[in-house]
């Protein structure tokens, strides 16, 4: 089984910056951040495919959000800055084994990853 545990979460200022850290163990190959907004769906925001390294965001956060991870010390990271009120939200990791890159870029439109932390909350004002 794969285990996550976010952290990081917490409130910031507009325009600030926030970084949230998620600690993953057991096997995966696909690892993404989503958040959910009080009465909105599941939103898929960034995921990296460690097969290759490729990378995808939401529009809503290219050039603002980065994911990245850590192997060595087997941490998922989610950097956030130029921070909006639209990005509060709780947010989750996730991770899944995938077999490919392109399975990965679904999964994150779809949130169809079959492991999840269990969430931090992000607070923007």
């Known amino acids: 089984d794969v285990q996550l545990v976010e952290s990081g979460g917490g409130s910031a200022q507009i325009g600030g910056s926030l970084r949230l850290s998620c600690v993953v163990s057991?096997?995966?190959?696909?690892v993404a951040w989503f958040r959910q907004a009080p009465g909105k769906e599941r939103e898929g925001v960034a995921a990296i495919y460690t097969g290759d390294g490729s990378t995808y965001y939401a529009d809503s956060v290219k050039g603002r959000f980065t994911i990245s991870q850590d192997n060595a010390k087997n941490t998922l990271y989610l950097q956030m800055n130029s921070l909006k009120p639209e990005d509060t939200a709780s947010y989750y990791c996730?991770?899944?084994?995938?077999?490919?890159?392109?399975?990965?870029?679904?999964?994150?439109?779809?949130?169809?990853?079959?492991?999840w932390g269990q969430g931090t909350q992000v607070t923007v004002s």
């Open positions: 057991g096997d995966h190959r696909m």
């Open positions: 996730a991770a899944d084994i995938g077999y490919s890159a392109y399975r990965c870029w679904r999964a994150l439109l779809r949130a169809d990853f079959g492991s």
